[in-house]
């Protein structure tokens, strides 16, 4: 199959990222866009924007018949539909499939096994990948039984989703009953679907990911793992690869569980499976599946030299593995920080508006991934990612200076934004010596919450 023409049904700068690599490829793009995304610099790049609903989510990028309608009227070959919005509902996968329009990403099936975290699950197990202790939760009562089963703490989680949502964490059993409630509330309301489940809560976890690729039929690579520890309410802040402080055989573990869970379920395309490392006894544990592309991809890039986003289309127009294993030779490390716009004065409240003036830092080893210019509208109907400031070196001391640099040379006016909290993070002792838990971030914040707000200035 030849994809000639593609349709990307995102926005921001993953919209950018996916544009960078079919130009280089030949591949003419077509953005689908928003109304309050008709002016964007992804619609300025792609060589041709169509407008699919109005400025609301629900009414442009997760509205499948305009998106596909839209692949169609313009006689898309394929949809990109990079991360978030619909890239992991396999209503869009199976639209492509019936119009005949080239879905990059994994089968509908797949789709819907990696997002059932209950599934997910249970695939894990059969393919000898261990699982946190836990359960599904029917009621209160089955709750309270799993809990006292597992042990407390414990956390509630949502079958149908992730990114934080519908999940609380329980300390006490008679906090139990109110958090499930709580939980099955917000997972309804944000996935349509009210299902939870309880897992053992391991204290000062870390979260590791391992980047995949696989063919369809069984064959799957590996690229590596990164770090992904430094979280804020459950959202990812900065992820680095190589994850510090790993032994080589526990990461050959970690690689060799994430390859037997994707090929087990001979899986398609660019896939992520994420693992919480415990600490206390030597081990981890699967926790999802994302199916689709991560917005930490570039760190993995940076230090094997593999383009992503074009093996997704290539594995996707049918050409399969190009890469061995063997060829796969991560080099030196690499670090990524999300800049946001949000007011770290605030509780870290989105901050939309006009961007009066931006400077990105750039230079050796610096890679800045953004649709957002001097002039540009950062809109409230959606996530407040700005752009993502990636430090590749030969060792992790060398990319941690690099973006100590980086971060101190970017420039935003007219919008707040959480640079601050980034230096603050790159200064402190514990991140330096590498190793934090997803706890760190919490407990930093609890330590220096003025000099977060004192960097602002």
Known sequence: ?????????????????????????????????????????????????????????????????????????????????????????????????EQGVIFIGPTPAQIECAGDKLRARAHAEAAGVPVIPGGAVGSAADGIAVARRIGLPVLVKAVGGGGGRGMKRVERIEELPGAIQLAESEAGAAFGDARIYIERFVTGGRHVEVQVL?????????????????????????????????????RQRLHEAAV?????????????????????????????????????HPVTEAVTGVDLIAEQIAIA????????????????????????????????????????????????????????????????????LMAKIIAHGEGREAALERMWQAIAAARIQGVASNLALHSTVLASREFQEGGVDTGFLVRLLERAPMLVEARLG
């Open 1 to 97: 199959m030849t994809i000639r023409r593609l349709l990307i049904a995102n926005r921001g700068e993953i919209a950018t990222r996916i544009i960078r690599t079919c130009r280089r490829l030949g591949i003419e793009t077509v953005l689908a866009a928003s109304a309050a995304d008709r002016d964007s610099l992804p619609a300025r790049l792609a060589d041709r924007t169509l407008c699919i609903g109005p400025s609301r989510a629900s009414e442009s990028y997760l509205n499948v018949g305009a998106i596909v309608h839209a692949a169609v009227a313009v006689d898309a070959d394929a949809i990109h539909p990079g991360y978030g919005f619909l890239s992991e509902r396999p209503v869009l996968a199976k639209a492509c499939e």
């Open 260 to 296: 037997r869970f994707a090929a087990a379920m001979s899986y398609r395309g660019a896939g992520t499976v994420e693992f919480l490392v415990d600490p206390n006894c030597d081990g981890f544990y699967f926790l999802e599946m994302n199916a689709r592309i991560q917005v930490e």
């Open 317 to 384: 127009a049918g050409r399969g593995l190009r890469l061995g294993q063997a060829a796969i030779c991560p080099r030196g490390s690499a670090i990524e920080c999300r800049v946001n716009a949000e007011d770290p004065a605030r509780d870290f409240q989105p901050s939309p508006g006009r961007v009066s003036a931006v400077r990105w830092p750039a230079g050796d080893g610096i890679r800045v991934d953004t649709h957002i210019e001097s002039g540009a509208w950062v809109s409230p109907f959606y996530d407040s």
């Open 214 to 250: 696989g063919d369809g039929r069984g064959g799957v690579v590996h690229l590596g793992e990164r770090d992904c520890s430094i979280q804020r309410r459950y959202q990812k802040l900065i992820e680095e690869t190589p994850a510090p402080r790993l032994s080589h055989p526990f």
